[in-house]
Every structure is written in structure tokens, then in C-alpha cells.
């Protein structure tokens, strides 16, 4: 299909699209969570109401990603109104449709957040919740269908591909994206628009684009609900990418646990070969890209560049020493940029609005929004994209509707085994990559756990450390010997056994297990235990002395 | 078993050879042929790692070292019914040891290990990214959301007990 082809498409979308403006959406969220919480049924149940009401004509039902609050699903989203409603039965559809699009009426005891809000949002636009928050990655997740490109197409889907092949060089996209000051959201933070550049200097007529999506970290599912609920969107950061640095071959290496995002990616890719934007001469230019997904076999390490490269070439997932970095020599020895879920979700805004736009928001030297994952004991668990530099009190007593059952708030935890736990002193710490790693902890990949006062800080220290153990590829000696020896001396010390001596030990050990490790898993392995101890020392004091 | 007879009595191993072939008899597919052939036997079968080691012409110590590395790989049967305990940090923050204690309780299995009568398998994920359900327990591939202990000892009964 040539460009002229897909336009005439795309405008017919639109025009349908203007249409049916004013008919009522339903959108029924059909994330990972709200699916397990028996969003499906809802759907059937929906479909059939309506047929039965005789509003099939007027009435749209979509099934969508990641809506955000998931511990209140299955979540349902009436547009245009923007009236939520939370955990739906199939039972109590027919009281929505009647009181909802018949009646005009919206049923007050099933709104979102009605059991927690003495006044519960019609329009859920206007709840804290939401309207805290600032959606660029995940600006159509849970508003379109995301097994349908048609969808994504309404929404400027695919815009900013055509706008690089038919307006702008190589050099061009690579400079929009430094401008827009964007950092690696895998976790280390690295210059996105750097790293392309890197890759674009290196001479080869083959080099490799890689989505990275083995989200290992536990308690963080944002590549998940990304790659559920508008998969398009990082096929499109992938070719932009691949265009910029000059590949033609992209590999999406995406978890085993996550079968609902395969699928979903794997359906994505088929239409958009279908439709020309994935293929040989793209859009009838001399572009070719092409994305394969590859699954991972659950292995924490193959989150890191030289592992997932080795996973991808179907061998053990070990690190590899760096340099060379995959900029010079990745996959099969060839320039390879990797780049995270989230990362590449976020290229075709900055090229739609252009890369002075993204700097502009969040803090001069964290650029733009980042997607949490928040869980725990928190009222409101689910999924954010907030600005940097938004505070932790804002996103926990705000946006997540505080701690449940009116506990203490004791530690944030960020960054997963790789992080640390932030304490009620600093709950007004800025979310952003200098600000988390100033007190010891890392932005990371996105997951923020909230603990109550009810959570063991030495417990959780050996949790991570165990985590850690288990994961160790057992390449090197300092994380394979190093991680077991903390986890032993923690589990002392967890059991009260511990002395004194003991944790002089693991200060000791988490200082050279961090500077001689080979890869970041072991660099950063004493993240979790390191932050316990700055900040929670009498834990450890405590459980010595008794 | 050779490779010809092996794959003339069990038609499973059709869809292990088509991988193979689809990757063109290279190494690089390893793990894609092991995620199809584990799809199609529930674990790795030690026959069927020979047949795939000759197909790709590996040693067998490449392949072994490949499926013992990665934990979704498991070489032996998994039992007729799974129990999966998520145990990602918002499920360990909620509660999900107490789950894993009740079942070892009940059913005398810890993680990783199968009844005797291959009825029950229980195993513990490190994180299944339903983080707003937790905790979670996936059953027989099918999510059971804010999880107690009570509960899901009911439904493992309910399961096993049922033809």
C-alpha cells in the first residue's frame, strides 16, 4: 500500500469517526487486571442489552487497554460524559444502560470511586484521580480498541511515521528527540536522542532496533498495560527509531507472563504489515522495517542490553562486559539500539508537537512524564503517567487516594530490587532521576510500592535480596556469592538471631558487591538493603537487641 | 527413541519439527522452538530436548544449560492442575506467604513440587503485573483476584476432587 492509499483510508476513518461524534461509546477496559476481574462478561452482557434496548444504532461498545484504577475493576466509561463506573457486574448492566443512556440518569452507587468518595465524579475527568495526572504515553490507552488500527489511525496513529518519511531526515528526528531532553525510561535514564545518535554514527549496512519489554521488576506492569492497551503506538516509536539510526529489522522481546500483550503486539504487527507501515518500502519509499516478537523465558537479567541480546539469539541470558556497547556491536555483532516500552511510546508525540514541547514539561533535567505502577497499600492501586518532579505526597495522598484504612504511610518503595524505600521524611521528595537517586534510591523502570505501617523493613530488605539471589545468572563471582551472603546474613538478622557484627558485614559486602560486579543486576542488588539501613536503621537495631 | 521413530508415533513432535524448520534448523530459534514444544507436552519432555538437540545439530549441554537457565522451562510434568502464587512485591506486601504457608499446610507441596498423584502442581511467579489485584493466584491459567488463603484452598479441592 502506498502513502495515497493509506491517507484515502485514514480520512474515511476520521470522517466515520466525525460521524458518529455524538453517539454514545461505551469503553469497557479490557486491560490484564479488569479481564481477571470478569471485564468480558460485562462486554457480552452490554452488547446484549443494548440489542435488547434497540440502541445498537446509537450505541458503540469498545473494548480498551489499561483505564488506570485497576483494584476498581472491571471499570466502564461512558463517552462523551466521561461517567465511570467501578467494579461492574454483568448483573448490574442492565441497571447502567437503562439509568445511564435511557434515562440520562447515572446510577450513584456504582461510580467510580463511589465506596471511597463522599462525593463521588460524574465526570471522572474531574477527579483527583485523573486530574493529576498528564497522559502522553499513555494518551489513547483505554480510549481506542487495541486490536483495531483503525482506531488508532482516528487518533493521529501513524501521523508522525509519515511526517519523518516525507518531512525529515535521519539527522532531523535524531535532533527533535535530543531537544526534547527524553531519557531512557527503562530505568538507568540514559539521553534517548544520545543514544540514537550513537547508533546512527555507527557504518553498517545492518543494524537492529529492539523494544525492550521484559518488565522484571515485580510490582511494575507499565510496559505491560502499554503493550495491551495501544500496541500501534510502540510499533510506531520502533520504525521512527528505526528510520533515525538507519535499521531495517526490529525484534519486540516481550515477557512469557505476559500472554495478553503478546497477542495484542502480535495482532498489531500483522495489521500494520497489512496496512504498509511495517514491511518493505514503507509508504512506498525506500524504507524497510520489520518487527518479529521474541518472548522471554523469564530470566530478570535479560531486562539487561547484553542478556536480552543473548536471549534474542537464543542462548543463555548472560550479561556480557561493556564496552562494546550494542551501539557498536549488539545483536549478532551488529549496531543495536534497545530501548524500553515506555520509551518508544513517547516518540511520536515529541514529533507530532516537536521536542520543545516535551522539554518543557516535568523538570529541567527529567523531560516529560513518567508512568507508574502503583500498588501496595494504597487506596487506589493501578496504573498513572503524572510529570516529573510531581511529589510522592501528591501521587500517594492525591492521585492514589491515600493509605488504606487510614494507616501510616511507612516507605515507598521505587525501582524495584534494583531501588530503594523512600521515608515519611521525604514525602515530599520530587519524583525524578536526581531527586529519587539523592536519597539513595532510582527512579527505575516505574513500580512504586506503598507500605503501611504494618511492613517489616528488614523483611523487605531480605525479600529484594532473595529476589536478587534467585535472579544472579551466576556469571560473576561478587553477585552469584555476594547476593547469597547478604541474604543469609538478612535472614540472621530477620529470624533474631543477629548481631551487631552482622550488619557491619553486610555494609561491608554491599559495598563490593556494588563496585565489582559485571552488570547492573549486581551493581545494584544492595540498593534495597543499603536504604533500609539508611533509613530505617532502628529496624535493624531493634531485631539485634532481642 | 530415534528421531524418525519419535516423531512417527507422537504427533506433538509435528509441531516442535515446523518451529525448527521455520527457523531454519538455526540455533538462533532455540527458545522459540522450546516455548512451542513446552506449549505442546506442558513441560520438557528429556526424548524430546534429544530430538530438537540432533535437529539443530547442538550439543545437548547447549540445549540443557538454555532450558535450566530460563524458569518458565520446567523438565518436569508441571501436574494436571497449576496453582501459581504470584509473589511480586504487592503481593508480598498483601499477604501472599500466608497463602503459600496455608497450601503447604494443606496439601503438603511446597513451591516447585507436584502431589504424588500429579493432581496438584504449586509454583510462585515473580511477578504476573496484576500489582491492583494482589494478591494474586492464577488457577489453571485463569486469575484469581485479591486472593485469601481460605478461598483458594476451596477452589484447589473443588478442582482436584472433580473428575
Known amino acids: 500500500m502506498n502513502r495515497q ?58 473494548p480498551t487497554g489499561c483505564m488506570g484504577p485497576c483494584n476498581q475493576g472491571p471499570l466502564v466509561k461512558f463517552l462523551p460524559d466521561y461517567t465511570m463506573y467501578q467494579k461492574v457486574n454483568s448483573t448490574d448492566v442492565e441497571h447502567i444502560v437503562q439509568n445511564q443512556l435511557i434515562d440520562k440518569k447515572p446510577v450513584e452507587n456504582l461510580l467510580l470511586f463511589s ?125 521512527i527509531a528505526a528510520y533515525a539510526i538507519g535499521a531495517n529489522k526490529g525484534y519486540a522481546y516481550i515477557r512469557g507472563e ?27 519509499t525506500p524504507f524497510s522495517f520489520d518487527v518479529e516478537v521474541r518472548i522471554g523465558a523469564g530470566a530478570f537479567v535479560c531486562g539487561e542490553e547484553t542478556a536480552l541480546i543473548a536471549s534474542i539469539e537464543g ?67 493501578g496504573l498513572i503517567e503524572v510529570p516529573m518532579g510531581t511529589s510522592l505526597r501528591e501521587i500517594i495522598f492525591e492521585i492514589g487516594g491515600g493509605m488504606q484504612g487510614n494507616k501510616a504511610f511507612k516507605a515507598a518503595q521505587t525501582g524495584g530490587p534494583s531501588g530503594g524505600c523512600i521515608p515519611p521524611a521525604h514525602l515530599d521528595v520530587k519524583m525524578d532521576y536526581e531527586s529519587l537517586i539523592s536519597l539513595g534510591s532510582i527512579m527505575g523502570s516505574g513500580g512504586l510500592i506503598i507500605m503501611d505501617e504494618s511492613s517489616d523493613m528488614v523483611d ?38 543477629g548481631t551487631t557484627i552482622d550488619v557491619q558485614r553486610l555494609e561491608e559486602l554491599a559495598g563490593y558487591v556494588k563496585e565489582t560486579s559485571l552488570c547492573g543486576l549486581g551493581a545494584s542488588a544492595p540498593n534495597p538493603l543499603l536504604s533500609t539501613l539508611r533509613h530505617f536503621r532502628h529496624e535493624y537495631d531493634n531485631k539485634i537487641e532481642q | 527413541m530415534l528421531n524418525q521413530e519419535l516423531a512417527k508415533t507422537d504427533p506433538r513432535v509435528k509441531l516442535i519439527a515446523a518451529k525448527i524448520k521455520k527457523g531454519n534448523y538455526k540455533a538462533d530459534a532455540l527458545i522459540e522452538i522450546l516455548h512451542s514444544a513446552q506449549n505442546a507436552y506442558g513441560y520438557l519432555p528429556m526424548n524430546v530436548l534429544r530430538y530438537i538437540t540432533k535437529e539443530l545439530r547442538l550439543p545437548p549441554s547447549r540445549v540443557y544449560s538454555t532450558v535450566t537457565f530460563y524458569h518458565f522451562f520446567s523438565l518436569k510434568s508441571k501436574g494436571e492442575h497449576t496453582c501459581l502464587v504470584c509473589t511480586g512485591t504487592a503481593c508480598y506486601v498483601k499477604g501472599a506467604q500466608l497463602i503459600l504457608n496455608e497450601i503447604e499446610k494443606q496439601f503438603a507441596l511446597k513451591p516447585g513440587q507436584v502431589s504424588a498423584d ?44 472433580a473428575p
Request: proline share 5%; net charge neutral; with cysteine.
Open chain 2, 118 to 161: 500429579n493432581k496438584l502442581g504449586v509454583q510462585v511467579a515473580r511477578c504476573i503485573g496484576a500489582c491492583g489485584l494482589a494478591p494474586a493466584v492464577v488457577l489453571d491459567d485463569e486469575v484469581q483476584a485479591k486472593a485469601n488463603a481460605g478461598d483458594i484452598i476451596n477452589k484447589i479441592n473443588a478442582k482436584i476432587v
Open chain 1, 115 to 239: 465506596d471511597s468518595r463522599p462525593q463521588p465524579f460524574i465526570n471522572a475527568q474531574e477527579d483527583p484521580f485523573f486530574k493529576k495526572q498528564m497522559k502522553i504515553a499513555l494518551k489513547d490507552c483505554g480510549d481506542i480498541n487495541p486490536e483495531k488500527i483503525e482506531d488508532y489511525f482516528v487518533h493521529d496513529g501513524y501521523k508522525a511515521l509519515d511526517k519523518v518519511l516525507f518531512q525529515m531526515s535521519p539527522e532531523e528526528v535524531i535532533a527533535e528527540i535530543r531537544q526534547s531532553r527524553m531519557r531512557g525510561r527503562g530505568g538507568a535514564g540514559y539521553p534517548t536522542g544520545l543514544k540514537w545518535e550513537t547508533v546512527y554514527k555507527y557504518v553498517n549496512d545492518q543494524k537492529y532496533v529492539i523494544c525492550n519489554g521484559d518488565e522484571g521488576d515485580p510490582g511494575a506492569f507499565m510496559d505491560r498495560s502499554v503493550l495491551e492497551g495501544n500496541p500501534h503506538r510502540v510499533l510506531e516509536g520502533m520504525a
Open chain 1, 258 to 284: 505476559y500472554p495478553l500483550a503478546i497477542k495484542r503486539i502480535e495482532l498489531a504487527i500483522k495489521q500494520a504489515k497489512k496496512s504498509g507501515i511495517l514491511g518493505s518500502n514503507i509508504l512506498g
Open chain 1, 460 to 497: 523487605v530488605a531480605r525479600y529484594f535480596m532473595e529476589f536478587c539471589m534467585d535472579e544472579s545468572c551466576g556469571k560473576c563471582v561478587p553477585c552469584r556469592v555476594g547476593t547469597k551472603m547478604m541474604h543469609d546474613l538478612l535472614q540472621k538478622i530477620c529470624d533474631n538471631n
Open chain 1, 5 to 62: 492509499d493509506l491517507q484515502t483510508i485514514i480520512s474515511a476513518e476520521k470522517e466515520k469517526d466525525q460521524t458518529n461524534k455524538n453517539k454514545n461509546k461505551v469503553c469497557v477496559c479490557c486491560g490484564a487486571s479488569c479481564i481477571s476481574s470478569g471485564s468480558e462478561e460485562v462486554i457480552k452482557k452490554l452488547q446484549e442489552e443494548i440489542i435488547i434496548k434497540g440502541m445498537n444504532a446509537d450505541v458503540e461498545v469498545i
Open chain 1, 315 to 381: 542462548k543463555r541470558g548472560t550479561p556480557k562486559p561493556r564496552p562494546p556497547f550494542p551501539a557498536e556491536s549488539g545483536l549478532w555483532g551488529k549496531p543495536t539500539l534497545i530501548n524500553n516500552v515506555e520509551t518508544f511510546a513517547g516518540i511520536a508525540p515529541i514529533i507530532n508537537n516537536g521536542g520543545e514541547w516535551y522539554s518543557e514539561i516535568g523538570t529541567p533535567k527529567s523531560a516529560g512524564t513518567k508512568v507508574f505502577a502503583l500498588a501496595g497499600k494504597i487506596n487506589y492501586s
